[in-house]
């Protein structure tokens, strides 16, 4: 019964779409499967981060403004160099109650329930449109999301795009409309070197990069203390935005004044924020800092800000039909904020109000031995069949 399932899974989780590498043989794969059931298809060729990738589109039904967008990242994480591997990545492996594979849960899981399900979908009755969007490079900042969402108008030609997009990534059936923006950005320090015997004839860029951590860090705090109650239910964790220090590279030699020490910071806020808000405030800390090290105050260094990545929020409206189709399929009663970024905030900046729910599972995204469970796997076909029914085929 689940051959053509496990055999879509197995061929997803074979091609290698890390992100790094080329995501188009596997949108070959899937716009060949896709067009035999009747859809049209274009792949939309991108150079993203000196790669040639693409995004598919697939669509079928009636040029009506009242349909449909399923969408999925085809690109995975890596698992070269991480550790706990036991399994090989790129083999889809069938053991016990769980199938493993890098992207199983993380997103090839549910890509291989939309291919199963459209099997039995006769696309000439579709009422209204039903538009497939993969993407590329998703995990590096929904970059391919970025190119593909705006240009949906003129790929689906005289099918309007429709308003509302589900996309399948691992919830363990959870319904979210919500998540934060997702900001990045590096920050340089350059001092001047010499001898660490001395200090006060250069400036330690390690020491004014503390400057610079304590500056962003009591903005962190500041944020933290002041949590807005209207996303209390939506983000328990942290109804606030939050602020991460992700790496920092500086100097050469114990006996060396170091000269250079370069920052990486990434940063998330809540929905109904300025993305770049905080990053404005950042700038204005930094333009006020004593940037002298604490040898000396002759010399000062420079600090230089990085442009930034964004990834737009999600903040879908509550009470879409959409929303009602997946609360009567799951059982779930309220939809509520995702802790991860998705290509949905992309969807939003195009006016598609898109909701997340998805059989994988959130525990299980980006780790080694990566797998998704049996039986939500298996489930997930009979799923987007009935979204499908419901949101294209009803009257
Ligand atoms: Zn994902």
Redesign the pocket.
């Known amino acids: 019964m689940y051959d053509y399932l496990y055999e879509a899974a197995k061929r997803l989780i074979g091609f290698d779409t890390v992100s790094s590498n080329s995501a188009v043989p596997a949108m070959e794969y899937l716009a060949k499967e896709l067009a035999s059931r009747g859809f049209k298809t274009a792949l939309q060729p991108v150079e993203l981060l000196g790669v040639s990738q693409a995004n598919l589109v697939a669509w079928a039904g009636p040029p009506r403004s009242d349909g449909l967008i399923v969408s999925?990242?085809v690109d995975?994480v890596p698992y070269a160099g991480q550790p706990g591997w036991e399994r090989e990545p790129l083999k889809f492996e069938a053991a016990g109650d769980r199938i493993y594979g890098r992207g199983a849960s993380?997103?090839k899981g549910f890509i291989a329930n939309c291919l199963d399900a459209v099997r039995t979908l006769d696309t000439s009755k579709l009422k209204r449109p039903l538009v497939f969007v993969f993407t590329a490079s998703?995990?590096v900042g929904c970059l391919g999301a970025h190119e593909v969402a705006p240009a949906l108008r003129q790929i689906l030609g005289e099918c309007p795009v429709p308003k509302l997009a589900w996309i399948g990534?691992?919830s363990s059936y959870e319904v979210y409309r919500a998540h934060k923006s997702i900001v990045s950005f590096g920050v340089t320090v350059r001092g001047i070197g010499g001898h660490s015997g001395a200090p006060a004839r250069g400036v330690n860029a390690i020491a004014v990069m503390g400057r610079v951590i304590e500056a962003i860090g009591r903005l962190q705090e500041a944020r933290r203390i002041s949590p807005d109650p209207e996303f209390q239910s939506i983000f328990p964790d942290a109804p606030t935005d939050v602020v991460n220090f992700g790496t920092v590279k500086g100097g050469l030699a114990l006996n060396m004044i170091a000269e250079e020490c370069a920052l990486r910071v990434s940063y998330r806020t809540l929905p109904n924020a300025d993305p770049l808000q905080l990053y404005r405030e950042v700038e204005q800390r930094i333009a006020e800092l004593d940037t002298t090290d604490y040898a000396s105050h002759e010399h000062r260094a420079t600090v230089e800000l990085g442009r930034t990545m964004v990834v737009p929020p999600l903040n879908s409206p509550p009470g879409t039909p959409l929303e009602r189709v997946l609360f009567d399929l799951t059982g779930a009663k309220t939809s509520g904020g995702a802790l991860?970024g998705?290509d949905g905030g992309w969807f939003t900046s195009s006016g598609i109000v898109s909701l997340i729910c998805g059989p994988?599972d959130l525990d299980q995204?980006h780790q080694p031995n990566e797998y998704i469970r049996r039986e939500p796997f298996e489930r997930g076909t009979a799923m987007v069949h009935k979204v499908i029914e419901r949101m294209c085929n009803s009257e």
């Open positions: 999925a990242h995975t993380d997103m998703e995990e990534e691992p991860y998705t994988g995204a």
